[in-house]
């Protein structure tokens, strides 16, 4: 799986994330429920919802020729 898991902590509502590296990353929070996902050097990121929840996160990626 590509996204992984991070805490959040729903007393003080905040989601604490380490900044590493210099890649472009994506938070998706639903639920109390966060993810993180480091995005594609080419392609597409498309966060898919259902009745106000997100329901998944779909990647299309390409590479330059």
Do not use: S, W
């Not at 929840?53 to 330059?64: A, L, N, P, S, T």
């Amino acid at each position: 799986m590509r996204a992984k898991e991070i805490p959040v902590d729903m007393d003080k509502r905040q989601i604490l994330i380490n900044l590493e590296g210099n890649e472009p990353f994506c938070v998706v929070y639903c639920d109390g429920k966060a993810k993180l996902t480091k995005l594609p050097a080419h392609g597409e990121t498309k966060v898919i919802t259902h009745q106000g929840k997100v329901k998944r996160v779909k990647f299309d990626e390409g590479e330059e020729f």
